[in-house]
Nanobody, 116 residues
Framework: QVQLVESGGGLVQAGGSLRLSCAAS????????MGWFRQVPGKQRELVAR????????LSADSVKGRFTISRDNAKNTAYLQMNSLKPEDTAVYYC?????????WGQGTQVTVSS
C-alpha cells in the first residue's frame, strides 16, 4: 500500500503561482510514476502532469505546458507541481497520484482557485 499526502493549493489571483507537494509513504519502492490529475464538478478527471521516479521523464497536458513544471525529490519521496501564470480555467481540485505498475493510489485532493 502507498499513502499520499498533498499540501499546497489555495486561492490566488490570475497570473499568480502556487506549488503543490505530494509526499508518499508505505510501499514506495514499487512506485514508478507520480503526478497530478485535476477535476472540475461535472467533468471527468484530467491528467495535468506526471513524472517517472527513476529517470524523471515528464509528461504534461497541452493546456499547462510552459506554465506548470513537475519535479520529484526521490530522497524525500515527494513530487512537486509548480504552477505559474495561473488562469481562472485552472480552478479545480487537484489530486496527486502514484502508480506502482498495477494500480494508482490517490491523495486526498487539494482545491486550487484562481480568481480573475
Amino acid at each position: 500500500q502507498v499513502q499520499l499526502v498533498e499540501s499546497g493549493g489555495g486561492l490566488v489571483q490570475a497570473g499568480g503561482s502556487l506549488r503543490l507537494s505530494c509526499a508518499a509513504s508505505g510501499s514506495i519502492f514499487r512506485i514508478n510514476a507520480m503526478g497530478w490529475f485535476r477535476q472540475v464538478p461535472g467533468k471527468q478527471r484530467e491528467l495535468v502532469a506526471r513524472i517517472t521516479t527513476s529517470v524523471g521523464t515528464t509528461l504534461s497536458a497541452d493546456s499547462v505546458k510552459g506554465r506548470f513544471t513537475i519535479s520529484r525529490d526521490n530522497a524525500k519521496n515527494t513530487a512537486y507541481l509548480q504552477m505559474n501564470s495561473l488562469k481562472p480555467e485552472d480552478t479545480a481540485v487537484y489530486y496527486c497520484y502514484a502508480h506502482d505498475g498495477f494500480r494508482n493510489y490517490w491523495g486526498q485532493g487539494t482545491q486550487v482557485t484562481v480568481s480573475s
